[in-house]
């Protein structure tokens, strides 16, 4: 096989239901061979864990951890559970993000402190976190993967304080990636997908706009879908990628590239 996954141990966070783009993710690279680990965001009621457990049995999941990255505790624990079951990490992906409600619809000008720290701390500090506690567990030529959105150099319409967040995310990429290429040749890049309806973009008005209109200009004339997403990470996280590190790679449908 071209795309050979077998025998690598990977992390998949931030899968929340079956539209989850991370879980287009860790299907696809379930079907390469890898062997998968997977977070859910622990909850009160405890339905997340229930819903992501029962959604990713197919799988099989080697680890099944909760983690907030808000709580430094829980990321130390699942490092530490990565280490004494699987010894080493050869891939981890980051599809953590979150902002408040009120600060993705009006006014960029009036997110409040409490709002832009809690977008930028769990949308993009929290990469740099997880990449130093995976630091020591990587393999030679491990991957790491996460994801973005052109909001992060373009003013999209509410993206607001997202955008922002996502720009500080590619940001980090390009030092993570400067910083743990030169030991072990581990590299780190981001996917900036294309619209697609999920958790994430559902409770957002406008989401329906903006895919009709990527359907009408994007030069596939479409959106993309969870599972070509999922393949572009299988793709970074595999062999095939060895040269490619600190990049945003776009999978829109060609959308980004037009003028207008
Ligand atoms: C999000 C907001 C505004 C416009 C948007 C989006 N467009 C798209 C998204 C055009 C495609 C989805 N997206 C790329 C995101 O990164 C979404 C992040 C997000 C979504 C929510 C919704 C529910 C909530 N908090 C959120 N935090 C982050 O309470």
């Known amino acids: 096989m071209l795309l050979d996954l077998s025998g690598k141990k990977i992390l998949v966070t931030g899968i929340a239901n079956n539209r989850s783009i991370a879980w287009g993710i860790a299907q696809q690279l379930h079907a390469a061979g890898a062997e998968i680990g997977v977070t859910y965001l622990p909850d009160d009621k405890g339905r997340f864990e229930s819903k992501v457990r029962e ?12 983690l907030n990255v808000q709580d430094d505790s829980q990321t130390k624990n699942v490092f530490n559970q990565i280490s004494n079951q699987w010894g080493q990490l050869d891939g981890l992906v980051h599809c953590l993000a979150f902002a408040g409600k009120e600060d993705l619809i009006g006014d960029f000008s009036a997110t409040s402190p409490q709002g832009f720290s809690r977008a930028l701390e769990i949308s993009a500090y929290s990469l ?8 020591p567990l ?27 967040a996502k720009a500080a995310l590619e940001a980090s990429v ?16 981001a996917i900036s997908a294309g619209p697609i309806r999920t958790l994430a973009s559902s409770a957002i008005g406008g989401i329906l706009d903006m895919i009709h209109n990527v359907e009408e200009k994007a030069p596939l004339r479409r959106t993309v879908t969870q599972t070509e997403v999922g393949n572009t990470a299988a793709f970074l996280l595999s062999d095939l990628a060895s040269g490619i590190s600190g990049q945003t790679i776009y999978v829109d449908a060609g959308y980004c590239i037009n003028g207008m």
Request: with cysteine.
């Open 55 to 66: 959604l990713t049995k197919p799988l099989e999941p080697s680890l099944f951890l909760p």
């Open 174 to 189: 390009r030092y993570l990636s400067a910083e743990l290429g030169p030991e072990k040749q581990i590299r780190v890049n």
């Open 138 to 164: 990587l393999s030679e030529g491990a991957g790491i993967v996460t994801l973005t959105y052109l909001g992060a150099e373009r003013a999209i319409p509410n993206y607001n304080v997202m955008g922002v």
């Open 128 to 135: 740099a976190p997880l990449c130093n506690y995976a630091k």
